[in-house]
């Protein structure tokens, strides 16, 4: 939690003081009260007190009392400035930092969880302070100076209320030794309803198609009255609080008349005015002691919760970057367009073996490299690295004839144009789906973004959408086909108009003819970059300059097609898979 508050700013900081200032002036008005309180009990009992005397300690109270109502809704005020710009702040920083986030960091952190620690966590963070750092400077401020108002008052009363002070704070401790760690396991219930909600929404289509519905329905309700119990739990124990603190406080007003009875009942007879007195003035201080202690069992209800979430946001904002950023822009490199791997092994940071193996190849700039192997023989992790998703476990990776790990990753992204395995929409239009990101020169121009589309052999849908190239585009392109998608997506690479092409097996969704049209104009268009090619079909790949054959994460084989079908096993078995021996002959 001290974390979190090291990162208020200046104007913050001037807001806590004058907060902090205001609650101490507050405090003192309040326990100016009993005492006008007591001069007026004081000039009730004495003959010959004039009714303006009176008037004038009332008058007193009023200002007290008018003063504490304007600085109580005045530290509202910058409590809840402060909280809703820390708050604003803080999203800021964990949306940046997960923004940075390599594919470890990700798979570390459930996507659920983040948004619930970009949330919720964070909503817990700003009641804190919008509500509990106000209790938190006025609960011991007034407990200490109540206390030191009444200590002299009397002995007897003085025990009475420490007692019913001990009373509280065992009462307190209690709850909190019970509730504390089930906090945490509330955030992580959250993050469960949350994954559970998430993979339902996503997912609803196959969900619909095998009948599953009563299924997800029984997996959200187990997860959902989890939480619902978890809550009622702590709800249920902070529900004690309330009705002791009442006992407590109407135990101890009765126990100071109690006593302050016998008291006067014992005293002489100029003693009696000053002891009942004392007596009004002291129940007015107990009570104001109890309700100190009342702020801080309300704020143990609040803290405990916020210090998890805290926590929770800290994993986040602490987590090391596993692909740290270099300091090249490149223009120094002499090269252009190329990408060479140098004896590249990688292994998963969890797993024990490698997936790729002393992987070695050059591309140069305008050659098309393409990577081919049966399922699990680690293409997409291949081309994955080279945009630095993961680092090389061995090896290298040099882009323009510098090490990838060199680059900032601004550098290193605009020389790339990336096409995922899965097409990637955002919402918004056609436009600004295509035309999305920035490429270190200009962002795509609209004549730009309907070159792309045309080359990705999209603007016969585009043209017949409603609104065309402003058409609606839905979140996850849920409005469009998955080759629509597709087409879409490698128009957005287009736009880009990169040094390098990545094409994540981007062409799976499209039909043999788009394929077949989509990449010679891909071709005629990227003729002067380097493009480089995971498929499944050999028909996408035939013409390609390079082809790298993996098999079980090692290169069995490097070549032309024709040369391929000559040297490499592995490669003419994927080929009369896919094709016969007369159309092979004939490719």
């Known amino acids: 939690m001290l974390k979190m508050l090291r990162e208020f700013n200046k104007k913050d900081w001037i807001m806590l003081i004058l907060a902090f200032g205001l609650i101490v002036f507050q405090v003192w008005l309040d326990l100016k009260l009993p005492d006008y309180m007591s001069e007026i009990t004081r000039l009730i009992q004495t003959e010959n007190s004039k009714m303006s005397d009176i008037l004038i300690q009332g008058g007193f109270m009023l200002l007290c009392a008018f003063g504490s109502l304007v600085s109580a809704i005045v530290t509202c005020y910058l409590t809840s400035n402060l909280s809703a710009s820390f708050s604003l702040s803080l999203r800021k920083r964990i949306f940046r930092k997960v923004g940075k986030f390599g594919m470890e960091e990700i798979k570390k952190f459930e996507t659920s969880s983040l948004i619930t620690r970009t949330t919720n ?37 003085s025990l009475l209320t420490g007692a019913g002070v001990v009373i509280l704070l065992l009462t307190v401790a209690t709850i909190m030794i019970i509730v504390f760690p089930r906090f945490e396991k509330v955030q992580k219930l959250i993050d469960r309803v949350n994954g559970v909600t998430r993979e339902n929404l996503t997912g609803i289509r196959v969900i619909r198609a095998f009948n599953a519905e009563e299924y997800q329905q029984n997996r959200f309700e187990e997860i959902n009255n989890n939480l619902t119990n978890m809550q009622l739990f702590n709800q249920k124990c902070f529900a004690i ?26 005293a002489g007879m100029l003693d009696k005015i000053n002891l009942f007195s004392n007596m009004v003035v002291f129940s007015s201080y107990g009570m104001q002691v109890i309700a100190a202690f009342l702020m801080l069992a309300m704020i143990f209800m609040i803290l405990p919760r916020a210090q998890v979430s805290a926590h929770r946001i800290n994993e986040v904002l602490e987590s090391d970057i596993s692909v740290k950023d270099g300091t090249l822009d490149g223009r120094s490199s002499k090269e252009v367009g190329t990408v060479e791997f140098k004896n590249v092994s990688f292994k998963y940071p969890d797993a024990d073996e490698y997936l790729l193996k002393n992987i070695s190849f050059k591309v140069n700039k305008g050659e098309t490299v393409a990577f081919i192997g049966s399922t699990g023989s ?62 270190g020169k200009q962002a795509p121009t609209f004549n730009k973004i309907k070159e792309a589309i045309d080359v990705a052999q999209a603007t016969d849908f585009v043209t017949k959408m409603d609104k065309t190239y402003d058409a609606h585009i839905a979140r996850g392109g849920t409005n469009v086909s998955g080759g629509q998608k ?96 007369e159309e092979l002959e004939n490719a």
């Open 121 to 157: 966590d964070v909503t817990q963070l700003e009641m804190f302070i919008a509500m509990g750092l106000q209790m938190l400077i006025k609960a011991p401020v007034t407990a200490i100076w109540a206390v030191s108002k009444i200590l002299n008052k009397s002995i007897q009363w």
């Open 241 to 266: 609080l309330n009705p002791i603190m009442n006992l407590v406080m109407h135990f101890l007003t009765l126990g100071i008349y109690f006593i302050g009875a016998m008291l006067i009942n014992n």
């Open 378 to 439: 680690g293409k997409s992790t291949l081309i994955n690295l080279v945009p630095r998703f993961y680092d090389v476990t061995d090896g290298e990776i040099l882009v323009d004839g510098i090490n990838v790990k060199d680059y900032t990753e601004e550098a290193l992204h605009n020389k790339i144009g990336y096409v995922p395995q899965k097409a990637v929409m955002f919402t918004g239009t056609v436009k600004s789906n295509v035309g999305y990101g920035y490429n």
């Open 486 to 581: 597709q087409r879409l997506a490698i128009a957005r690479a287009i736009a880009r108009d990169p040094e390098i092409y990545i094409f994540d097996d981007s062409f799976s969704a499209l039909d043999y003819k788009t394929d077949s049209i989509l990449r010679k104009e891909l071709k005629k268009y990227t003729k002067d970059a380097t493009s480089m090619i995971v498929a499944q079909r050999i028909g996408t790949i035939i013409n390609a300059d390079k082809i790298v054959v993996l098999d079980k994460g090692e290169c069995v084989g490097v070549g032309t097609h024709k040369e391929l079908l000559k040297n490499c096993d592995i490669y003419k078995e994927i080929a009369l898979s896919q094709l016969s021996k």
